[in-house]
């Protein structure tokens, strides 16, 4: 069987990915996080008034190039106040965020005047409209301020407050039920038996689904039997939108994922062109997606972060979403090239030019969860790649993959 490319592995996924269409409306503390359903447009000009941008005086002069030497000062206007009509060659103390007030044709800073009792005089060459802030000047009535498909954060939240919207339509959560296969696992906190390993998988998965918005349902651990992994997927396609497995998806005679799905639904399996996980399933269980991780845990964190949670994002929903990568000279030597698409754990150095570079954790083990504590990032290597010091090579952040 010929081994799928991981461009392609991802396009057919993304192809596969159904947008929901379900929404509710959630009142803003509620909606961090989450994907707006609908565009969201302006209902009022930001700002909704002509307001001044300093703490100065605002001006009402006839002639900007040559002003009077003193102007009276007639007026006080705070930020919430509203003034009178500005008389020609007068002025109004005013701070910022306050309206300006009829006749007001620019604005000075208090910094290039020189004050007294109820006068001030000019110290800097003088444009019209400077300093004002014009209405709808950030954002205008009508407008679209916010895309269907954005995924919300506090900046996004804020702006919705600051055009006075309370709530927000936004797509229903996906469901996403998460098992974890193989009698050699044992829940942390529990004595290790002879064989034994501690389920890592369960909470590293668990917590990536929780971050991009899903509701987990987690399933916890299914015993290396046929009927046990019958059982439980059939629960979990029962009660959720997308069901993930991790482990029992090769050919072993204990690996029984890919029977019992093709048995309760449909299952593609690919070999990927990836390393590390190179084996990953693919289906239906009745109206529930499927998605079978490998066992491994390096294998099975980078699988969802690079195919898992692209499908995932565009079912709930969202917008297109790309890792931030750079480019960035190689600070290891990488002399085993591989004929599949290597993701190899790094981190950013300082260089003693003060310039960045990317090394290597030392073992790449597919088993090695300490060099993921270790990275902030991985190197994308293509097939057939060997690396010398100082090569360029492309960097992929974690933070933008786990945000």
Wanted: one cysteine or more; aromatic letters at 6%; charged letters at 15%.
């Amino acid at each position: 069987m010929s081994l799928l490319s991981f461009d392609a592995a991802r396009q057919a996924l993304l192809d596969a990915a159904l947008p929901t269409t379900s929404q509710e409306t959630l009142s803003l503390q509620a909606c961090d996080g989450r994907v707006l359903a609908q565009t969201l447009h302006a209902p009022l000009d930001v700002p909704g008034f002509d307001n001044s941008a300093m703490d100065g005086y605002a001006l009402n002069l006839l002639d900007l190039t040559a002003p009077p030497a003193r102007l009276p000062v007639v007026q006080r206007i705070a930020a919430g106040e509203t003034g009178s009509p500005l008389a020609a060659n007068s002025a109004a103390r005013i701070f910022t965020g306050a309206p300006v007030p009829p006749g007001c044709n620019l604005v000075v800073a208090q910094e290039d005047t020189e004050a007294g009792e109820g006068w001030v005089s000019l110290r800097s060459a003088l444009k019209p409209g400077q300093h004002i802030r014009r209405r709808g000047e950030d954002i205008a009535i009508g407008s679209s301020v916010l895309d269907a498909g954005q995924r919300l954060g506090p900046q996004h939240l804020a702006l919705a407050a600051s055009l006075g919207i309370a709530a927000l339509p936004v797509y229903r959560r996906l469901r996403v039920g998460l098992l974890c296969t193989g009698d050699e696992l044992t829940a942390p906190g529990q004595p290790l038996p002879a064989g034994g390993i501690y389920n890592s998988n369960q909470f590293a998965i668990g917590a990536l689904i929780q971050r991009l918005g899903g509701e987990l349902i987690d399933f916890g651990q299914v015993a290396d039997t046929r009927a046990a992994t019958e059982a439980a997927l059939q629960r979990a396609a029962e009660a959720c939108d997308v069901v993930i497995s991790c482990g029992g998806v090769s050919v072993g005679e204990e690996d029984h994922v890919k029977a019992a799905v093709s048995a309760l639904g449909r299952l593609d399996l690919w070999k990927i062109a990836i390393k590390p996980g190179k084996p990953l399933a693919f289906g239906k269980l009745g109206a529930a997606d499927f998605i079978g991780l490998p066992g491994n845990p390096v294998s099975a964190f980078l699988t969802f972060l690079l195919l898992a949670r692209p499908f995932l994002l565009k079912r709930q929903g969202a917008a297109p979403e790309q890792a931030t990568s750079i480019t960035l000279p190689a600070a290891f030597h990488w002399p085993r090239a591989d004929k599949r698409r290597e993701f190899l754990r790094a981190r950013l150095l300082t260089q003693d030019d003060g310039g960045l570079a990317v090394a290597l954790y030392p073992n790449q083990g597919s088993a090695v969860m300490s060099g993921l504590a270790w990275a902030d990032g991985l190197v994308d290597l293509p097939p057939d790649t060997v690396v010398q010091p100082g090569q360029p090579v492309r960097y992929l952040s974690l933070a933008s993959l786990l945000a």
